[in-house]
């Protein structure tokens, strides 16, 4: 009797039906003898490939960074030209095309320049961008002020003592003394920041942070500052003076470790085993 379309189609069903059944019963089978069942193993390839497709993104990104300095010498020569060729901009500044090719996607996108054709660029001198120039360098100089006016106060540690600090999440240290006319004040710092120029510029504000300190030893202030402090008994003479040990800390700095170091300094300054060295002297040596 010879076959109908009806039976083809019946053939069909049954023949795709079984194949299904049996690839998915080969696929427990195989996934029941290995350690990683084979869908995974597929996905894990892809994403191998997926974050290595990233890593060379990465690269390019990289490649298309302009450091700092350049950046400054790129804006210089803009601003010298006003208008410009990408060509131009390149030997004015001494950077490489593609180093200004960077900068000026950049600059356009950030409506710092205007690009005027295919090949010309010219520079916006608008309120907005003055203001943000004069604004850097007030900066700048004011900084430089305060360092030369205070350089006497700095502390010198090295690029691992530095780098040591600042894995416990200690970005600043700085060392207050006793004046029987000022009372508290900075004797020394690491760096110069804004927590620094705070307490120089308001001394009530350091006389709130001492006692503050005396319910907590970890404070965070209104201003955004995260401090910890560890307060010492220094004998001068015949008196004891109340000296203050700050470390200007990250927001996941380790705090017992923090408090560790600090217990040291206080340790060797009230024991008059420093008596011979200077503040800076045993700040370091409590971190061996």
Avoid: C
Avoid at 97 to 108: C, I, K, M, N, T
């Amino acid at each position: 009797m010879p076959l109908t379309i009806f039976d083809y189609l019946i053939i069909f069903t049954a023949s795709m039906l079984g194949g299904m059944i049996l690839a998915q019963l080969i696929l427990f089978l195989y996934n029941k003898t290995k350690k990683k069942p084979l869908a995974l193993s597929f996905i894990g390839e892809k994403l191998a490939m997926g974050q290595q497709d990233e890593g060379k993104y990465e690269e390019r990104v990289k490649s298309e960074f302009v450091p700092v300095l350049s950046e400054l010498r790129i804006i210089e020569s803009a601003l010298k030209l006003t208008v410009f060729t990408p060509d131009e901009l390149s030997r004015l500044s001494g950077e490489s095309r593609a180093r200004v090719d960077a900068w000026l996607r950049s600059a356009v996108n950030q409506d710092i320049i205007s690009k005027l054709s295919d090949n010309v660029y010219s520079i916006s001198l608008s309120r907005v961008l003055q203001e943000k120039l004069a604004e850097i360098s007030r900066l700048i100089s004011e900084t430089i002020d305060y360092e030369n006016q205070y350089a006497s106060m700095k502390l010198h540690f090295s690029e691992n003592e530095v780098k040591k600090l600042a894995n416990w999440g200690i970005k600043n240290l700085i060392y207050v003394g006793w004046d029987d006319d000022l009372g508290p004040k900075i004797d020394y710092f690491l760096f110069f920041t804004r927590f620094v120029k705070k307490v120089i510029e308001d001394p009530a504000f350091l006389a709130r942070i001492m006692v503050s300190g005396e319910i907590s030893v970890v404070i965070e202030t209104e201003e955004g500052f995260k401090i910890v402090i560890s307060k010492l008994e220094v004998k001068e003479e015949d008196k004891v003076n109340p000296n203050i040990v700050i470390a200007e800390v990250t927001a996941n700095a380790d705090i017992e470790q923090v408090k560790s170091y600090l217990q040291r300094i206080k340790e060797i300054i009230e024991k008059g085993v420093g008596e011979q060295k200077s503040i800076e002297q045993i700040l370091k040596e409590a971190l061996r």
